[in-house]
């Protein structure tokens, strides 16, 4: 129990460390001490085999420890507005993972149009609030159901073919969602919706600057335990329906429609199902991400961040719901953090993912084989 | 309703484009016979062939080679080779690897090595960022025909477009390469039981299909009098369309795909009011529609499934 707090400890100063540090030196220090740990956890095999049993032993603990450093994360980070927003993004990240994870990894349902569904949720909350009047919150709930009524009105038909051609129509959705989005008038073409009132909770409004235990909060902070609350609730949901007949019977869809039609599962409105819970979650990031920022425009949904969100799933491990909560801490925060590289980042990123799919195609954190007692 | 001659102009450019476009999906349905595999990043080869192309043509230039016909003949020549050689070494790293793995592995990683291509022109290139003047090299000048206006230079890219179609077509029915490439789409395994060397004739493949693209990149850069680095990104996804139209896996299919997704957004931008802004929305939604009441494509086969 002890060595589980530790190491979580050990862990949340490192991440601390490594966003913050500014200076060569301690970027250097910082480095070297995160290769350090991963090169032990690694290659010293009594150190691997202790760890992994104590995290498998006191798996509740680990589990608090985890949500105590989100926690407290804002705290460590309270010098820097910046890396609040960021970290905010990240987990918004992951509850658009986990949506983006259940269509693709859990049922097979191939959705490359993540950024299309994100954008109708977003773009749902600007014209509720900016045109209708709407208060922040309402939209924020409605934008996600939006985005599953328009994909299930338009893929029914689809989500029968399978691979390729849901690839294909995918990506022309998000074409077409960015035309759209361009050249309509009520959408305000392509400089989009702005003024997005803020979040409004009981009277409390989001751009507050909170304190807490004394420490000074940049605004950011609202929004990132509003994300963590989010992002939470969202893989707990995935994670019960995972667990549940339903997980099961889309894993079975996704591994063999013919086996899984034999066993009396329907395949289309499976599909249909797993494709509007996805759906749900990834609009409930993207109307999140439109009440944070303030204003959507048709650049901050076209097909490259459909791009960064498969690639979420992929590193993470597909059909992981861990994985994609570390695949969305990793890919998120690392290219701001080699920021200093500005014009070879998205290079060195395709690259990493290239190398990556060659030499671990399962994932960081691969998927458990279900086990049933 | 517009005058029937802006339909006719409107589909005679739309048969331009639609070479361009047949050429791309020409070289999707060709990887997608030999390995079962959609290869995304072929957008972005056909960029870096416009790209070649036009280094080539400076680099003549600059060297006092500047004669019309034979400057783009070596331009033709020295695309096609590189992006052919490019195209081969990206089914090498990326494509071939994966090809066992599940289809979202290829999809990712030849997405994410299309980034890599496009991100490299980008950077390595001079003042990759803006779009890049292209060299009128065509004939200029033209006539008009029943009120259609035709111009020289729109038949030179008709004909080298049906060139390497025709060529293509040789080399599928007439070579022996070609009879290996039909025979690997057919049943890989059982085509290396005959002695076909699978290694060589995806190669061989490959090389066709990015050649084909380096075409096409440099039909672009004639007909528009411009290239830029992102201009793969719509490239691809519209070959992708116009074979998946045509039936992936067929080559004839492709052909006929490419020339209708071509015509659709021509026609559509002149019956449609605003229509050129939209008309690629149009297009798409037909893609869509198509694969609703005809999954397999026009000329695709019917698969019959088997447990």
């Known amino acids: 129990m002890l060595l589980v707090l530790l190491t979580e400890s050990a862990l949340f100063v490192l991440i601390a460390a490594a966003v913050l540090a500014e200076r060569p030196v301690a970027l250097a220090a910082t480095g070297a001490a995160i290769l350090a740990g991963l090169a032990a956890t690694r290659f010293v095999t009594p150190l691997r085999t202790a760890l992994g049993r104590a995290f498998e032993r006191h798996h509740a603990t680990a589990l608090v420890g985890g949500a105590a450093g989100a926690l407290a994360l804002p705290l460590a980070l309270s010098a820097s507005p910046y890396w609040t927003f960021v970290a905010t993004l990240a987990l918004l990240y992951v509850t658009i993972g986990q949506g983006l994870n259940f269509q693709i990894g859990t049922a097979g349902v191939l959705n490359l149009a993540g950024a299309a569904f994100a954008g109708l949720g977003g773009y749902t909350v600007g014209l509720l609030t900016v045109s209708a009047g709407w208060p922040s919150w309402l939209a924020v709930l409605v934008g996600p159901l939006v985005a599953v009524t328009v994909g299930a009105v338009l893929f029914v038909p689809i989500l029968k073919t399978r691979g390729h051609y849901l690839a294909l129509v995918t990506i022309a959705f998000v074409f077409i969602f960015n035309i759209l989005m361009n050249n309509l008038e009520f959408t305000g073409g392509p400089q989009g919706i702005k003024n997005i009132p803020t979040l409004q909770l009981a009277g409390y409004p989001f751009t507050t600057k909170p304190t807490v235990f004394g420490i000074g909060l940049p605004a950011h902070a609202n929004f990132y335990y509003a994300a963590l609350l989010m992002a939470a609730l969202t893989t707990w949901i995935i994670r019960r329906l995972y667990d549940s007949w339903l997980g099961l019977a889309l894993n079975t869809l996704r591994d063999d429609e013919i086996a899984a039609k034999c066993c009396g599962i329907s395949i289309t409105r499976g599909k249909l199902v797993a494709f509007s819970i996805g759906n749900f979650f990834i609009g409930l990031g993207g109307a999140f991400y439109a009440v944070m920022v303030g204003f959507v425009s048709p650049p901050d949904f076209d097909f490259g961040y459909s791009l960064v969100m498969l690639s979420v799933i992929i590193i993470g491990g597909v059909d992981s719901i861990p994985g994609v909560i570390l695949g969305a801490c990793l890919l998120v925060p690392l290219p701001e953090r080699f920021r200093f590289l500005h014009e070879y980042r998205l290079l060195l990123y395709g690259v990493v993912i290239v190398v990556m799919l060659l030499y671990r195609p399962q994932g960081l954190w691969p998927a458990k084989v279900r086990r049933y007692r | ?307």
């Open chain 2, 1 to 307: 309703m517009p005058p029937l001659e802006l339909l006719l102009q409107q589909a005679f450019n739309g048969l331009m484009l639609g070479v361009m476009y047949a050429l791309i999906a020409v070289g999707f349905t060709l990887f997608f016979g030999v390995l079962d595999v959609i290869h995304f990043s072929h957008g972005d080869i056909f960029m870096l062939g416009a790209f070649a192309g036009l280094s080539v043509l400076a680099g003549l230039h600059a060297a006092g080679i500047g004669g019309g016909a034979v400057a783009l003949a070596l331009a033709f020549l020295a695309s096609i080779l590189i992006t052919g050689l490019v195209g081969v070494a990206a089914e090498r790293v990326c494509v071939k690897p994966l090809a066992r793995s599940s289809p979202l592995m290829t999809l990712l990683a030849t997405l994410s090595l299309g980034l890599v291509i496009r991100e490299s022109v980008l950077i390595f290139y001079p003042r990759g960022a803006d779009p890049k003047r292209f060299p009128q090299l065509l004939p200029q000048g033209g006539f008009e025909l029943g009120g259609v206006a035709v111009r020289y230079e729109n038949l030179a890219i008709l004909a080298i477009g049906f060139c390497a179609m025709v060529a293509v077509d040789l080399i599928i029915n007439r070579t022996r390469m070609g009879a290996a490439i039909r025979a690997v789409a057919q049943d890989p395994e059982a085509a290396q039981m005959m002695g076909v060397n699978l290694d060589r004739t995806v190669d061989a493949t490959f090389f066709i299909g990015s050649g084909l693209a380096a075409v096409a990149g440099l039909l672009s850069g004639l007909y528009y009098g411009e290239v830029h680095f992102i201009m793969g990104i719509t490239g691809g996804v519209i070959g992708f369309s116009a074979a998946a139209i045509g039936g992936l896996g067929n080559v004839y299919g492709a052909i006929v795909g490419g020339l209708l997704f071509g015509m659709l957004q021509t026609t559509s931008a002149a019956l449609i009011p605003r229509g050129s802004e939209f008309r690629d929305v149009v297009a798409f939604a037909v893609v869509m529609l198509f694969l609703i009441f005809r999954p397999s494509g026009i000329l695709g086969e019917k698969s019959v499934e088997r447990v």
